[in-house]
């Protein structure tokens, strides 16, 4: 979904789900207001949770990363970065002589975030 700026959406979110409790289908106010019917019903559903009130935009910002590396990991990475000066082959088999499966993408991404 693309964030909204309009200032207008939550009230119109709010009068969607009041057009659809009145007894319109999703489909016929997806034709009428130009929004997808998905959409709608998602509306839908929030206005039965929160009530008759401005259904608000929620932000777009993840609430979590889900492939994210441990700081422990990150911070291996970094020490034997730090201490023999080595390219990303040589942090990966030495990561690996120690037991610990990391993908060489992961370790120039984490290189790449601390400026190493």
């Known amino acids: ?3 909204i700026m ?3 959406m939550p009230r119109i979110r709010r ?5 659809y409790f009145e007894g319109w289908s999703a489909r016929k ?13 998602k509306w839908v559903r929030k206005a039965k949770k929160v009530g008759d009130v401005p259904i608000l ?7 979590s990363v889900p492939g ?11 020490d034997i970065r730090r201490k023999n000066k080595r390219c990303i082959e040589a942090i990966h088999l030495e990561l690996e ?10 370790i120039h991404r984490v290189l790449e975030r601390n400026h190493d």
Do not use: F
């Open 1 to 3: 979904m693309s964030y």
């Open 6 to 8: 309009n200032k207008n």
């Open 15 to 19: 009068d969607v789900a009041r057009l």
């Open 29 to 41: 106010i997806a034709r009428y207001t130009g929004c997808h019917h998905t959409a709608i019903m």
């Open 57 to 63: 935009t929620q932000s777009p910002v993840p609430k």
């Open 68 to 78: 994210k590396i441990p700081r422990e990991l990150e911070e291996k990475i970094l």
């Open 97 to 106: 002589r120690q037991g610990t499966k990391v993908a060489k993408s992961t």
